[in-house]
């Protein structure tokens, strides 16, 4: 199940919501919008550009007992990249919504957390364009990112088919460990994989996403889009994380991936190329969209779904 | 001055506290970023992306029980869209950061606020491409815009020049003397002057500012990054505003510009030819950025400033 975070209650799924949400929009949303984890917004005579927002807030995605208000700005920005990563886009630029608490002190939260979020950029190498700051009851940190293909087609969740590899980047649970055990890099300074998604995008993977929920309930979630099912032999672990937090932890920000076999070697070689560790292959796609099993057992969708309401 | 908002205080200024932001970002903010109402986004092989981003908090920026939650969805949409509005820029496109409270209820308030998001996307033509939605103890809902200036010059804060009138697009105080007598449709529902920008970069008008704050704090703005000052005849004022509310109310979102003397007559022609209403001049940019002055008196920070921490 992946260990419960603060503030997690399960009374209208975060899915469930955007679906509702897709519907009021109507044909506001573009067909990629919302759907994967960035959207592809076409910029008169350039782009496409890749476009995503992402909020951290405290006390529901981040526990200040645990982190530095440095540690929440890392984490916002690396969450907000992350999305950009599963499309295999390299970022352009930041915009950072910050939001901070108005009872006493002299703005040094807000200034704690601009460091951090100044330590991503340049670890990232995505400049903060702009800004915003505002008063609130509560630590909010929105942050919006804007990347680029690079002339090349981003890569969606909806493209996997019957037969492919499913990649992931790296053991997974980290994260959920690092909060169990109160603290640790992988909870705190999590990293955006930029590389490994341009990398995968160049070898021609089929569908991505990031491990931002939960092994488990994202890689449901690329099989939603794409129509199909999957079976997966085994995942990697990450050191002290247990098979229940690999699965269904989340904010491990590895990306998983569905990759024709053909193109494995490809891709394999790329990413040596690149410097980068080898993916590892945890099971294959098949075209029976009700088959969803790990090690011969159904796979429930654990992870993360913050309730809203 | 203006009508106090709910949750104002003064511990921190805004604009202090976005001076000590750009020290901590050092290089990563450009020349335009934070300085203007939206920043520049270079985009390779096309662009420039004019981006801007902007929140809107319960019990700070919009009172809950004077406003719907649709109202608060189209004053945020619109609120981001008015700073491409004063760069002169049309909008591509939105991405919505919304948080909401998380007890009780069933995401209701989540869709009624994006209900309003999508009047406002129709009403301004800016589709809402994407979006993000988390729980938490406070109504938040921070929107990114980006746009274009259709291979034209975005328009910023610093060209003002000694000698060019100061326009502004309509009489002011209109929302503040709304939220003073409980609601009122310029209060909870704003209009961002998208044409007016446009026609305004098109007809050469060296600086602009949008009047989010208060007309005097905000020419004050446009007068400090310009390094210049102003004398001002008189203001236009709202119909049932006061002087006080015009000067200082904020959220009024008509646009202040400064516009050389020879630009003038085909900058009201172009406004005319787009059937838009002929903005009033209230006065002259002057070299001395020590003079200030609204009839002879010396025109204070009139303004909004939400403190931080």
């Given at each position: 199940?992946?260990?419960?975070?603060?503030?997690?209650?399960?009374?209208?799924?975060?899915?469930?919501?955007?679906?509702?949400?897709?519907?009021?929009?109507?044909?506001?949303?573009g067909?990629f919008?919302?759907?994967?984890?960035a959207a592809v917004l076409e910029v008169p005579?350039g782009g496409p550009l890749v476009v995503?927002?992402?909020?951290?807030?405290?006390?529901?995605?981040?526990?200040?007992?645990?982190?530095?208000?440095?540690?929440?700005?890392?984490?916002?920005?690396?969450?907000?990249?992350?999305?950009?990563?599963?499309m295999?886009a390299?970022?352009?630029?930041?915009?950072?919504?910050?939001?901070?608490?108005?009872?006493?002190?002299?703005?040094?939260?807000?200034?704690?957390?601009?460091?951090?979020?100044?330590?991503?950029?340049?670890?990232?190498?995505?400049?903060?364009?702009?800004?915003?700051?505002?008063?609130?009851?509560?630590?909010?940190?929105?942050?919006?990112?804007m990347g680029t293909a690079d002339g090349g087609e981003p890569?969606g969740?909806?493209?996997?088919?019957?037969?492919?590899?499913?990649?992931?980047?790296?053991?997974?649970?980290?994260?959920?460990?690092?909060?169990?055990?109160?603290?640790?890099?992988?909870?705190?300074?999590?990293?955006?994989?930029?590389?490994?998604?341009?990398?995968?995008?160049?070898?021609?993977?089929?569908?991505?996403?990031?491990?931002?929920?939960?092994?488990?309930?994202?890689?449901?979630?690329?099989?939603?889009?794409?129509?199909?099912?999957?079976?997966?032999?085994?995942?990697?672990?990450?050191?002290?994380?247990?098979?229940?937090?690999?699965?269904?932890?989340?904010?491990?920000?590895?990306?998983?991936?569905?990759?024709?076999?053909?193109?494995?070697?490809?891709?394999?070689?790329?990413?040596?190329?690149?410097?980068?560790?080898?993916?590892?292959?945890?099971?294959?796609?098949?075209?029976?969209?009700?088959?969803?099993?790990?090690?011969?057992?159904?796979?429930?969708?654990?992870?993360?779904?913050?309730?809203?309401?």
């Amino acid at each position: 199940m992946g260990s419960p975070k603060p503030g997690r209650t399960r009374h209208l799924g975060e899915d469930e919501l955007i679906e509702r949400i897709r519907g009021t929009l109507g044909g506001g949303i573009g067909a990629f919008g919302l759907r994967d984890d960035a959207a592809v917004l076409e910029v008169p005579g350039g782009g496409p550009l890749v476009v995503s927002v992402d909020s951290v807030v405290a006390g529901v995605h981040v526990d200040l007992a645990l982190c530095s208000p440095a540690d929440v700005g890392w984490k916002a920005l690396m969450g907000a990249l992350s999305d950009l990563a599963a499309m295999g886009a390299r970022p352009l630029g930041a915009l950072v919504a910050l939001c901070v608490p108005g009872a006493g002190g002299d703005g040094e939260l807000a200034l704690g957390v601009m460091e951090g979020v100044a330590e991503a950029s340049g670890a990232s190498g995505c400049p903060v364009v702009g800004g915003d700051v505002s008063a609130a009851g509560v630590l909010v940190v929105a942050v919006t990112v804007m990347g680029t293909a690079d002339g090349g087609e981003p890569v969606g969740r909806a493209g996997a088919r019957d037969g492919d590899a499913v990649l992931v980047t790296g053991p997974c649970g980290g994260s959920a460990a690092g909060l169990r055990k109160g603290g640790g890099e992988a909870y705190r300074r999590p990293v955006a994989r930029l590389r490994e998604g341009a990398a995968a995008r160049v070898a021609g993977a089929h569908a991505m996403i990031d491990v931002s929920d939960g092994l488990a309930l994202d890689l449901h979630r690329l099989a939603d889009e794409s129509g199909v099912g999957f079976v997966l032999e085994s995942v990697p672990v990450a050191e002290d994380a247990t098979r229940d937090e690999a699965l269904g932890g989340g904010e491990d920000y590895e990306l998983v991936m569905a990759v024709g076999e053909p193109d494995l070697g490809a891709l394999m070689d790329g990413f040596e190329a690149a410097g980068l560790r080898r993916p590892w292959r945890i099971g294959t796609v098949v075209a029976d969209a009700g088959v969803r099993v790990l090690a011969g057992e159904e796979l429930g969708r654990l992870g993360w779904q913050h309730s809203i309401g």
